[in-house]
């Protein structure tokens, strides 16, 4: 491991398992991962797995990274493969890109569905995106959802239609409050 070679430009070591970099004011527990690639300025990883980004702060319990910045909250699990995380609490599903400032950023609505997954639905700078399970197109909306549910599991179309209120209000409580910066 060389000191000499250290990116981020304050106190750090290379970890153990994986050999990112981590500052020496971070937390890192021996059996988290944190990938080569990876940065960890701040906060806490007490498991998982971090291939990639990085973490100026925040608790990650376990969960998955592969990209992103995460400057707070609390990830417990899930699979977060870019985007900016500042807060929140996040337990489950997959994070393709996004916002995440606080707890309404995010939705996470489960099991659902033929195949027992969960739908997770987050902000973006530019409006949402939705997931459920291991589907995510890039660009994916709640307009998208009634389509995949009827070709992949029609049964469960019922389900789905009962969910659409409550994430059609949480898409429009983000466009409202979208609109009021831009006034």
Do not use: K
Not at 101 to 114: A, H, Q
């Amino acid at each position: 491991m060389n000191r000499a070679s250290n990116p981020l430009g304050v106190p750090a070591h290379q970890h153990l398992n994986g050999g990112g970099w981590v500052a020496d004011t971070a937390i890192v527990l021996g059996e988290a991962y944190v990938g080569p690639t990876a940065r960890v300025f701040g906060g806490a990883v007490l498991g998982g797995y971090v291939h990639g980004g990085t973490i100026h702060g925040g608790t990650i319990h376990g969960g998955g990274i592969h990209g992103g910045y995460i400057y707070g909250g609390y990830i417990y699990g899930g699979d977060i493969r870019g985007g900016v995380i500042r807060g929140g609490v996040i337990r489950g599903g997959v994070i393709h890109r996004g916002v995440i400032r606080d707890t309404r950023d995010i939705l996470t609505v489960g099991p659902i569905g033929s195949e027992d997954q969960y739908l997770t639905l987050v902000r973006s700078d530019t409006g949402h995106h939705v997931s459920i399970g291991c589907w995510w197109e890039r660009g994916a909306t709640i307009d998208d959802i009634a389509a995949e549910v009827e070709e992949r599991a029609p049964e469960f179309a019922d389900e789905y239609a009962e969910l659409m209120p409550m994430l059609r209000r949480r898409v429009d409580e983000w466009d409202a409050e979208r609109n009021e910066v831009v006034s």
